[in-house]
T-cell receptor, first 114, second 113 residues
Framework: AQSVTQPDIHITVSEGASLELRCNYS??????LFWYVQSPGQGLQLLLK??????LVQGIKGFEAEFKRSQSSFNLRKPSVHWSDAAEYFC????????????FGAGTRLTVKP | DGGITQSPKYLFRKEGQNVTLSCEQN?????MYWYRQDPGQGLRLIYYSQIVNDFQKGDIAEGYSVSREKKESFPLTVTSAQKNPTAFYLCASSRADGTYEQYFGPGTRLTVT
């Protein structure tokens, strides 16, 4: 089965600084990859997804992610962080032959300093 | 507005009691899911259902039960057999056409004492 690792439990960045959240996956075939964001006590909102094609995907709220097959990574980036981006971010990987089998990473909590 | 509703937002129960968490969606999605979220562990799948009157166990189904009598509804019962029921529970839904992305409800925080 596929799996996801988010190496950073907690990241702090200053407002206006750039952001990169790391995600590494393990899966034997081409993965379906997702980034979700969760505000405290809320559900998850989809930021972006990768199924195939262009390896650089754009999402909502100014986020982007790049799929790198050679590194088994799908890192999330934002050029300039806003205070409202403080939240928890989850990377997820789906199996191409079973859309019910979605595996989530443990999450990275983002703190934004003024 | 289309979406997923979960009620209540906070739920308190005494140990030994069964409790049912509600999940309703008006997105016309075929598939629905229940996840459990604990700090530092991400989301773990409890049960999922792809069509009415059918559901499958996920990774941590023990101590939980579900039903899917209507397309819009997928209630989760946390039974007294669940050893550590205190958690944040998330319901999600998706189309069953291979697009995969799941839409999440706002969650229910269950506290059992």
């Amino acid at each position: 089965a596929q799996s996801v690792t988010q190496p950073d439990i907690h990241i702090t960045v200053s407002e206006g600084a750039s952001l990169e959240l790391r995600c590494n996956y393990s899966y034997g075939a081409t993965p379906y990859l997702f980034w979700y964001v969760q505000s405290p006590g809320q559900g998850l909102q989809l930021l972006l997804k990768y199924f195939s094609g262009d390896t650089l995907v754009q999402g909502i709220k100014g986020f982007e992610a790049e799929f790198k097959r050679s590194q088994s990574s799908f890192n999330l980036r934002k050029p300039s962080v806003h205070w409202s981006d403080a939240a928890e971010y989850f990377c997820a990987v789906g199996a191409y032959d079973n859309n019910n089998d979605m595996r989530f990473g443990a999450g990275t909590r983002l703190t934004v300093k003024p | 507005d289309g979406g997923i509703t979960q009620s209540p937002k906070y739920l308190f129960r005494k140990e030994g009691q069964n409790v049912t968490l509600s999940c309703e969606q008006n997105l016309n999605h075929d598939a629905m899911y229940w996840y459990r979220q604990d700090p530092g562990q991400g989301l773990r799948l409890i049960y999922y259902s792809q069509i009415v009157n059918d559901f499958q166990k996920g990774d941590i189904a023990e101590g939980y039960s579900v039903s899917r009598e209507k397309k819009e509804s997928f209630p989760l019962t946390v039974t007294s057999a669940q050893k550590n029921p205190t958690a944040f529970y998330l319901c999600a839904s998706s189309r069953a056409d291979g697009t995969y992305e799941q839409y999440f409800g706002p969650g229910t925080r269950l506290t059992v004492t």
